[in-house]
């Protein structure tokens, strides 16, 4: 498999989901798991969030449950017809964990918006270093930047709950649908995944989801330093 860059390539086609695996495993040098997977379905659009709290931060646990406790009382009022405001909701997640007033409440995201109706694009918006893979038959692509200090790996510059940031910070792309299947992962899972990309690569284009997610499990466990958390998507065109 390759890791690809689609800088050049142009796709027209319709996406449907049909199915989904998430999984989080707990690091086995932490206390409790501080990561979040949830999927919020309607009749016209599901919405994929994954958090991950600030491992550094005191109460990066309360930053995760206040920003889904938010997306999943509000998202109704960021839906506009085929689209979603989904930087807005997230920012706005982001200021609910602002108005708690809790010290050092801090979470990175990664979050995909796709409708069932109009879902030749996707909408993906993250901060912090949780990403967005895609994954097809012949690579796996990365579609998210991490918001870290160059050369310095755990030095987060953006994330839910850290003060001065603006409506701006928090950036919304709608892309075209190229591949078969899409992760989410939180750095604890990717990480693992980096040390072996040929076997996980393997694994995320098994025929079944099921059996994917058994033999993620096995091989991760154990190995992850961090808590590690996922969702992957199957969609065809």
């Known amino acids: 498999f390759q890791v690809k860059n689609h800088s050049n390539l ?3 086609l319709t996406m449907r989901i049909s199915n989904y695996i ?17 999927v919020i379905e309607t009749d016209s659009y ?26 999943s009382n509000n998202y109704t009022n960021y839906e506009q017809g085929e689209k979603f405001q989904l930087s807005k909701l ?17 979470s990175t995201y990664v979050a995909v918006f796709i409708s069932n109706e109009k879902d030749e ?8 270093d949780s990403r967005l893979y895609g994954v097809s038959n012949q690579y796996i692509f ?9 050369n310095h790996k755990n030095a987060i510059t953006k994330s839910l709950g850290m003060l001065k940031l603006m409506d701006t910070d928090f950036v919304q792309k709608d892309i075209l649908a190229k591949e078969s299947r899409y992760l989410l992962s939180t750095d604890g899972f990717y990480n693992v995944m980096e040390k072996n990309m040929q076997k996980f690569y393997d694994i995320f284009n098994f025929t079944k989801l099921v059996n994917a997610k058994k033999t993620l499990r096995k091989n991760i466990l154990g190995n992850n330093s961090d808590d590690a958390t ?7 065109v």
């Open 121 to 128: 694009e996707i909408s993906i918006s993250s901060m912090g």
């Open 90 to 106: 997230m920012y706005d997640a982001h200021v609910e964990i602002l108005n708690s007033k809790l010290a050092d409440a801090l």
């Open 142 to 150: 990365q579609y998210t930047e991490d918001d870290i200090i160059p």
């Open 22 to 38: 998430s999984d989080s495993i707990k690091s086995p040098f932490r206390e409790r798991n501080e990561d979040k997977a949830f």
């Open 46 to 71: 599901k919405l994929f969030l994954l958090f991950d709290g600030v491992g550094s931060a005191i109460h990066s646990q309360e930053a995760v449950e206040i920003a889904s406790r938010f997306i």
């Open 230 to 236: 996922y969702i992957l998507i199957e969609t065809h």
């Open 10 to 12: 142009w796709y027209n």
